[in-house]
């Protein structure tokens, strides 16, 4: 069965720092591609950023860009968004999503219950 | 960059209902297009990728249509466990947009 546990949320000053983690497990992590999606409260699903397999590419939402920091350690089967610069519009319940076998293309199959990130002085 | 529209926002529905859930893109993407399915307190869950085909294990009163800038999401009959918010998503890009999504409520 695939399982993703989303970790690392909690509550942080405006201009702190994050990192989130996805561990995965009941596939091959190593060969599929993941995601980062973000839901604020009360509103919809915001893609943030997405890592192939092996790493070659990553990509981010433009109002990410810069300040969020995708990463994966296949060895460990997690997946990892490391949050720079936080701002008060960051927050959000955080969904580690698996996408596809060996492309990267965004589609995303399973998802994890997400972890609550809240920034706030 | 691509903008995904979803309509109508909301929609109120009696179960039975055939439901139709419109999403354009403000430029073609060939098939492009994924729905999801998003309960309160849940995390999303994929019905339809490549605008029409159905993800395994859900039922087939689900169905996707449209190609380009138009696609609709169509509940043949409605049922109880139906009434959720769906979002429509622009894949194989370099940008995965979600629509804005569209409540079905009970009428």
């Known amino acids: 069965e695939v399982q993703l546990v989303e970790s690392g949320g909690g509550l942080v000053k405006p201009g702190g720092s994050l990192r989130l983690s996805c561990a995965a497990s009941?596939?091959?992590?190593?060969?599929?591609?993941m995601n980062w999606v973000r839901q604020a409260p009360g509103k919809g699903l915001e893609w943030v950023s997405s890592?192939?397999?092996?790493?070659?590419?990553?990509y981010y939402a433009d109002s990410m860009k810069g300040r969020f920091t995708i990463s994966r350690d296949n060895a460990k089967n997690s997946l990892y968004l490391q949050m720079n610069s936080l701002r008060a519009e960051d927050t959000a319940v955080y969904y580690c999503?698996?996408?596809?076998?060996?492309?990267?293309?965004?589609?995303?199959?399973?998802w994890g219950q997400g972890t609550l990130v809240t920034v706030s002085s | 960059d691509i903008q995904m529209t979803q309509s109508p926002s909301t929609l109120s529905a009696s179960v039975g209902d055939r439901v139709t859930i419109t999403c354009r893109a403000s430029?073609?993407?060939?098939?492009?297009l994924a729905w999801y399915q998003q309960k309160p307190g849940k995390a999303p869950k994929l019905l339809i990728y490549?605008?029409?085909s159905l993800e395994s294990g859900v039922p087939s009163r689900f169905s996707g249509s449209g190609s380009g800038t138009e696609f609709t999401l169509t509940i043949s009959s409605l049922q109880p466990d139906d009434f959720a918010t769906y979002y429509c998503?622009?894949?194989?890009?370099?940008?995965?947009?979600f629509g804005p999504g569209t409540k079905v409520d009970i009428k």
């Open positions: 999503a698996r996408g596809d076998y060996d492309v990267l293309t965004g589609l995303m199959g399973y």
């Open positions: 009941g596939f091959t992590f190593s060969t599929y591609s």
């Open positions: 890592i192939s397999s092996s790493s070659t590419y990553i």
């Open positions: 430029q073609s993407i060939s098939s492009w």
């Open positions: 490549k605008a029409s």
């Open positions: 998503q622009l894949y194989n890009s370099y940008l995965f947009t």
